[in-house]
């Protein structure tokens, strides 16, 4: 055959023309197949496409015997053609049947074959048939013939997007009744129950057209494409527009390195010149890179396949004038927003009102998203076991945001039940409901706090209505991640003021700045750095920046005029760090008070002690602190050198573990011994097994997201302290990873909550 490259241009406007034929589908594919045989010289094209998700079926074949057609069927993974599709790579071979893999089917009477040839049919990445070519005489095919056999399998797979070819019907009459049904799982990172259907965060990449007659056209569309590519990547770096997916400037400085590579755009025009249309010739490229690059060894090319696949699909974005996210369009009512993964400014983009739940393939429990979500009352499953990326808009779907299960498109009797858990769940809403102004005490008469944690004036509302008693961590960088410059220290004051009025004389802890990690800024430029979580970040960006520090300090003492101000600092990781914020923060106040502007009538400043360092410096640092607030997502990350938000991690060390434990019982101790009170800020103080723990360890004020306020106090007021401190006094001492299951039984056999 000649090649695609060398612009075989009658072949390819032969196909056009049956692709573009008035004909029924099969008749379209027979035509295609014998195309194929004639161009190629091959005795055999066959087309396989996939039934009921794992069977492939021979749909279309020349050369083999014609009676096999819809009646040879493989399963994915079975034989050669099995094979190709259980790993979406292209095979070549001169001796195909001393492959391991080969399957002999009767049948067909391929026994005379020896060569062979098949490539995956992809729909947006994923395998929907094979096409395969076969010769008797062993020979070899080209890399040429490889990549035409590909463009070609690349254009049938429009056969089965337009659905001309397997009709769910056909699917049904296949014995699937049950076609659709999809059940998955993953791990809770917002807890609560919804229904609704699926809205991808990023369009899907289904292109409708592969050939086009108008190469200049295409070219001129390929210009374009290109220049908004580099634009977008432009803004992305300046750092113009709001987190984007959590990129970083390393990825990015490849990314520009390869969508200006002539090479690779030279091929793209090349594939154009053939009769693609842009968006085909850049996924027919795409299709070639990635199969070169699945070959090669180099595990640093390897790795950088994942790139050039993003950056190929955001081009074909560009191309086909999807680059926004869901967000930018009007949201059906009850979206289920599915993504990859997304930034906690990307949710916020999101209309609360229609949205019901969000799905994340990746993410981390402690992720800021995850505790946006927490924040919103937005039920989020993340690290989901299976692609949830091939969902398509539309399909209903079912958010078990409790024990982590998905079902999407839901038979009967799952919704029926789905159901009655949203009912007994609405009967435990009730329940926290009614606890709303009960004591927070346990039954052995011991009070405790529990505060929340916000970032949004609608946390505020999350205190009152759960009747928590404060907000013992405002994390105030919320606020500057959605803005795109830098606040000013008016709307800054007046934000403050708005949380400290609404909170209605309940205190309000801020915490200063806590930038960095995987919290961006956009105004803020900063290095490329390896290790972001241990890097130039929170107090550190703070004391390098002191003006920054300065005007929120500023905001806030304003802000607090006539009440108390509390406020805290991120990240101290020594005690000269500590006297330094502080003594910014005299600084201003005494500045405040000489301009006689009306000032707080009490300043308490107290720290987060979230980096393990500081723990043993608790001596020297008590003295000086009004309060200590210990952050323990950072802290464990550090302490076990584990990245909060890598979710290959997130299982791995356990908070409620005996060496974890001891430093927090260390912790508390030392603040009784110098009187200093103590609140937990972390995470593990919302779930109801780390506060029982925590309690058992001397703590007594917790600050958690408000939907943690109701079944933490269920907790606590079905809890004898006494008893859980005599228990947990010998498990912190042991050599297991974690005391979990200890705790449950424990709190299974005196009756606490959990
Ligand atoms: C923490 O690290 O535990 C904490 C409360 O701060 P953040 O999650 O905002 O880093
Ligand atoms: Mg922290």
Known sequence: MTPIKNAPRQMMRQLHEIMASADEAEVRLNKVVHLVAVNMVAEVCSAYFIRGGDTLELFATEGLKAEAVHHTRLRVGEGLVGLVAATGSSLNLSNAQDHPKFAYRPETGEEIYKSMMAVPILRTGKVVGVLAVQNKASRHYSEEEEEALQTIAMVLAELVVSGDLITAQDEKDGGDERAGIKHFGGMVFAEGLAEGVVVLHEPKLEILQHLSEDYKLQLEKLDKGFESLLKQLDEIMSAEDILHHGEHREILDVYKLFARDKGWRLKIE????????????????????????????????????????????????????????????????????????????????????????????????????????????????GQIDENILDLDDGEQIIVHGLDGEVYVNPPPEILESYRDTIAARAKLLARYDDMRDKPVITKDGIEIELVINGGLAMDIEGMHRTGATGVGLFRTEFQFMISKTLPRINPQAEFYKSIIDAADGKPVTFRTLDIGGDKEVSFLKRDNEDNPALGWRAIRIALDRPALLRYQLRALITAAAGTTLNVMFPMITNVAEFKLAKSILEKELSRHKQNNRPMPTEVKVGTMLEVPSLVWQMDALLPLVDFISIGSNDLMQFFYASDRDNPKLSNRYDTLSPPALKMLKYISDKCSEHEIPLTLCGEIGGKTLGALALLALGYRRLSVAPAAIGPVKMMIRSLDIGQAEDFIEELVSRSEPNIRAELRTFARTNGVRI
Do not use: F
């Not at 009512?333 to 969000?358: I, S, T």
């Open 270 to 381: 090349d594939a154009i010149e053939s009769g693609l249309t842009a968006e085909a010739a850049v996924e027919k490229i795409q299709v070639e890179n990635r199969s070169k690059m699945m070959k090669t060894e180099d595990p640093y090319l390897r790795e950088r396949l994942s790139d050039l696949d993003d950056l190929a699909n955001r081009l074909i974005r560009h191309l086909m004038g999807k680059a926004g996210t869901a967000a930018d369009k009007s949201l059906p009512q009850e979206a289920v927003v599915v993504a990859n993964n997304m930034g906690p400014a990307e949710l916020l983009e999101y209309d609360r009102d229609k949205l019901n739940a969000v799905l994340l393939q990746e993410g981390s429990h402690t992720s800021h998203v995850a505790i946006v979500a927490r924040a919103l009352g937005i039920p989020m499953i």
